[in-house]
């Protein structure tokens, strides 16, 4: 599976920004598309997830209510739109199909990652 992320900038606290992901090659046997993100200096800390089957959601705690995953209809394309940023934000996110982090060991496939900074 190949993933390409897009969508990452600089914005203000506050701001909103969408990041999008676009799956190649043998998803049908995939389960979720999701993101992670990595502060410098900071483990890699789960955002969200959707299931690719019947589309049910999840969220870690620090972005419950500010930010929205989705898919288009194809399930191919996932959406992370993120609003009410702040600057702990902060970070490179990165786009997963079946990814996990667990014990500090990465499974899944992951893409290159895309950077957003937020301004105080």
């Known amino acids: 599976v190949q993933l390409q992320a897009s969508g990452g900038g600089l914005v203000q606290a506050g701001g909103s920004l969408t990041l999008s992901c676009a799956a190649s090659?043998?998803?049908?046997?995939?389960?979720?598309m999701g993101w992670f993100r990595q502060a410098p200096e900071k483990e890699r800390e789960f955002v969200a997830a959707?299931?690719?089957?019947?589309?049910?959601?999840f969220y870690g705690d620090s972005v419950k209510g500010r930010f929205t995953i989705s898919r288009d209809g194809n399930r191919d394309t996932v959406y992370l739109q993120m609003n009410n940023l702040k600057p702990e934000d902060t970070g490179v996110y990165y786009c997963t199909v079946d990814g996990t982090v667990i014990g500090g060991v990465i499974s899944g496939s992951w893409g290159q990652g895309t950077q957003v900074t937020v301004s105080s």
């Open positions: 959707i299931s690719l089957a019947g589309g049910f959601t």
């Open positions: 090659g043998r998803t049908y046997s995939s389960y979720t």
